[in-house]
């Protein structure tokens, strides 16, 4: 008796412990300067303000209720994601509805101490059905000059391929975007994976590296660890999104730590999604682990349950994330973005003075 009651003390001292362990460690999540490189701004489209669209613009979509909306959000893997993503999309059509959507998200930033965003789009998602690519770039530029002016918070626009279209809208795609090159850092490569490996857009994405744009893509999310070196030797790429896949290949693990190649890992998506059964089944911790440089982004934060913190306050209690693997994934995203190298070093500096 004496000596269970013993045992159970320590254990109500270690419980202690280690609760207010966890709960500082959220905190520092919640204050530290964030940036979020992995975020597609049609993923942001919350069912409220699809619903208040879809009155604003007269489109009629498939759900009565913003729980219909939530309840239909259960996916078995990528592509029955994307069939509900684009369907929502729809209802995106004025200049002003893409000002309203990104300006939604970047308060959800502010809200998360997210200082710098980086933001991918999919024109050909708006143009095939008719919306002038133009309006679809403007909006989304004119919310994110709105921001850094009232939120401080900085902002770049990577424009994304849709993989599953073939080579020539893509090159149709990059044409609109020549006029628009001083508000577009980069392309990347979304939609579909399976099926369609980055060799399919190597010349569309050797002419936008020839047009002066950065390049990144989408890789190792459900396809296998090929279109990761795909992507690395054909597209040249300086950050694979999600790319979750790599630890299947000990030699690409190798090239992507010589060449210092980031991976915008997104976890709650990859469950969503089912790339993992299990949060605590995330591979997130053994990137790190083997030097990758890995960090957290939020993918489609209103169809997988999150934004930034709400991803790495998961992750934390479901993979015991300790202060130094936080501390570690914020300034590994800083690093791996597309800030100047004194405007990494400034927020460098201030996560350093604050962990
Ligand atoms: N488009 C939006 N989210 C995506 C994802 N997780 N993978 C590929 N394409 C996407
Ligand atoms: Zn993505």
Same mark, same amino acid.
């Given at each position: 008796?004496?000596?269970?009651?013993?045992?159970?003390?320590?254990?109500?001292?270690?419980?202690?412990?280690?609760?207010?362990?966890?709960?500082?460690?959220?905190?520092?999540?919640?204050?530290?300067?964030?940036?979020? =490189?992995?975020?597609?701004? #049609?993923? *942001?489209?919350?069912?409220? &303000?699809?619903?208040? %669209?879809?009155?604003?613009? /007269? +489109?009629?979509?498939?759900?009565?209720?913003?729980?219909?909306?939530?309840?239909?959000?259960?996916?078995?893997?990528?592509?029955?994601?994307?069939?509900?993503?684009?369907?929502?999309?729809?209802?995106?059509?004025?200049?002003?509805?893409?000002?309203?959507?990104?300006?939604?998200?970047?308060?959800?930033?502010?809200?998360?101490?997210?200082?710098?965003?980086?933001?991918?789009?999919?024109?050909?998602?708006?143009?095939?059905?008719?919306?002038?690519?133009?309006?679809?770039?403007?909006?989304?530029?004119?919310?994110?000059?709105?921001?850094?002016?009232?939120?401080?918070?900085?902002?770049?626009?990577?424009?994304?391929? =849709?993989?599953?279209?073939? #080579?020539? *809208?893509?090159?149709?795609? &990059?044409?609109?975007? %020549?006029?628009?090159?001083? /508000? +577009?850092?980069?392309?990347?490569?979304?939609?579909?994976?399976?099926?369609?490996?980055?060799?399919?857009?190597?010349?569309?994405?050797?002419?936008?590296?020839?047009?002066?744009?950065?390049?990144?893509?989408?890789?190792?999310?459900?396809?296998?660890?090929?279109?990761?070196?795909?992507?690395?030797?054909?597209?040249?790429?300086?950050?694979?999104?999600?790319?979750?896949?790599?630890?299947?290949?000990?030699?690409?693990?190798?090239?992507?730590?010589?060449?210092?190649?980031?991976?915008?890992?997104?976890?709650?998506?990859?469950?969503?999604?089912?790339?993992?059964?299990?949060?605590?089944?995330?591979?997130?911790?053994? =990137?790190?682990?083997?030097?990758?440089?890995?960090?957290?982004?939020?993918?489609?934060?209103?169809?997988?349950?999150?934004?930034?913190?709400?991803?790495?306050?998961?992750?934390?209690?479901?993979?015991?994330?300790?202060?130094?693997?936080?501390?570690?994934?914020?300034?590994?995203?800083?690093?791996?973005?597309?800030?100047?190298?004194?405007?990494?070093?400034?927020?460098?500096?201030?996560?350093?003075?604050?962990?």
């Amino acid at each position: 008796m004496l000596i269970s009651l013993y045992n159970s003390n320590i254990c109500l001292i270690n419980t202690k412990t280690e609760s207010y362990e966890v709960s500082e460690i959220i905190e520092l999540i919640k204050k530290v300067p964030k940036a979020e =490189l992995h975020l597609h701004i #049609e993923g *942001s489209l919350e069912p409220e &303000l699809m619903f208040g %669209l879809a009155k604003r613009n /007269k +489109i009629k979509i498939p759900f009565r209720s913003v729980d219909e909306i939530k309840t239909a959000y259960n996916f078995h893997n990528l592509q029955s994601f994307l069939d509900i993503y684009y369907q929502g999309a729809k209802v995106l059509i004025s200049e002003q509805d893409f000002f309203d959507l990104t300006w939604a998200y970047l308060l959800k930033s502010k809200e998360d101490n997210v200082v710098h965003t980086e933001i991918f789009f999919d024109p050909q998602t708006h143009t095939d059905r008719g919306i002038k690519f133009d309006l679809v770039i403007n909006g989304i530029h004119r919310a994110i000059l709105k921001a850094e002016k009232e939120l401080g918070i900085s902002s770049k626009i990577i424009m994304c391929f =849709l993989r599953h279209l073939d #080579e020539q *809208s893509a090159f149709k795609t &990059l044409d609109q975007a %020549l006029t628009h090159k001083d /508000k +577009i850092i980069g392309v990347g490569l979304d939609s579909s994976e399976v099926g369609y490996p980055p060799s399919k857009f190597e010349r569309v994405f050797n002419k936008a590296m020839e047009e002066g744009f950065l390049t990144v893509a989408h890789a190792g999310e459900e396809g296998p660890p090929e279109y990761i070196w795909e992507a690395l030797d054909l597209l040249k790429v300086k950050r694979i999104d999600h790319g979750v896949r790599c630890l299947e290949d000990e030699k690409l693990v190798q090239r992507l730590k010589d060449d210092q190649i980031p991976l915008t890992v997104c976890p709650l998506s990859n469950v969503k999604l089912c790339i993992f059964k299990k949060l605590k089944d995330h591979n997130l911790k053994k =990137l790190l682990n083997k030097g990758l440089i890995a960090m957290v982004n939020s993918d489609d934060p209103a169809y997988f349950g999150g934004y930034l913190n709400t991803n790495l306050i998961e992750c934390q209690m479901a993979l015991n994330l300790t202060k130094e693997d936080i501390k570690r994934l914020v300034i590994n995203s800083f690093r791996s973005s597309f800030l100047s190298e004194d405007e990494k070093k400034k927020w460098i500096d201030q996560i350093n003075y604050l962990v």
